[in-house]
């Protein structure tokens, strides 16, 4: 596995790194989030291990950053904060687990092992919602029984409102997450895409809350 390690003290993060790369994983130890960000905006990785006080900023505005722009990577949390809220805020943000420091070795790898299998039972996933089958593998939607088409972008749009349930999401991260870094957004192409969407998949299936984002609608 490909491993991003964000954590800034050399001492856990050094004895880490030996113990995973002796079990064959590929680790990626960075010490700032700016580092971490050019990291996984240009690399696939299996999953991520977040330090939380880095020294360019909170390790939390990197996970709603990575979450905004779509990247669903298994994200483990380490953390020396014993704090519940912080344990909370964390999963809320899109965590998938979290160890608190000092942390054992061996407990590091299992929860790796962890995250990573029930992303993969995650990505196999079928949702059924209204009269529609939506296959999170393939990127398919059926319905009514029939073969539903989508571009690329409209099925990004349907994914991120699908993984936040019915909250909403604010239609930047939705233009984040549906444009690549760089490229430049028309306004009101996301409209568009919602728009043709709601053509394809019915008309009320996506909520517009006005000046905040769009939800799916519960
Ligand atoms: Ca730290």
């Given amino acids: 596995m490909r491993i991003l390690l964000i954590e800034d003290e050399g001492a856990l993060a ?24 050019s990291a996984i905006r240009t690399l696939e990785y299996d999953v991520v291990l977040l ?9 939390l505005s990197f996970l709603s950053a990575v979450r905004d722009r779509h990247i669903s990577t298994p994200i483990i949390i380490l953390t020396a904060r014993d704090k519940v809220s912080d344990r909370i805020d964390g999963l809320n943000r899109g965590a998938d687990d979290y160890v608190i ?5 061996d407990e590091v790898k299992a929860r790796i092992q962890t995250v990573c299998r029930r992303s993969m039972d995650q990505s196999t996933q ?8 939506i296959h999170l593998s393939d990127h ?17 749009v349907l994914e991120v409102l699908l993984r ?3 909250k909403i999401v604010p239609k930047e991260s939705l233009e984040a997450a549906v444009y690549a870094y760089g490229e430049e957004v ?19 299936l996506i909520v517009t809350h006005r000046g905040m984002g769009y939800s799916l609608s519960p």
């Fill in 126 to 133: 079928t949702v059924e919602l209204r009269d529609m089958v």
């Fill in 14 to 37: 050094r004895p880490l790194r030996e113990h995973l790369e002796a079990d064959h994983h590929i680790v990626e130890w960075f010490t700032t989030l700016d580092e971490a960000n």
């Fill in 164 to 166: 936040r349930k019915s």
């Fill in 140 to 156: 398919s939607v059926i319905r009514a029984g029939q073969d539903v088409r989508l571009t690329v972008k409209e099925w990004t």
């Fill in 186 to 204: 028309e306004s009101n192409a996301l409209e568009a895409h919602i728009s043709r969407l709601r053509g394809k998949l019915g008309k009320d």
């Fill in 51 to 59: 330090d939380l006080q880095l020294p360019d900023g909170d390790g």
């Fill in 101 to 105: 420091k000092p942390f054992d070795l």
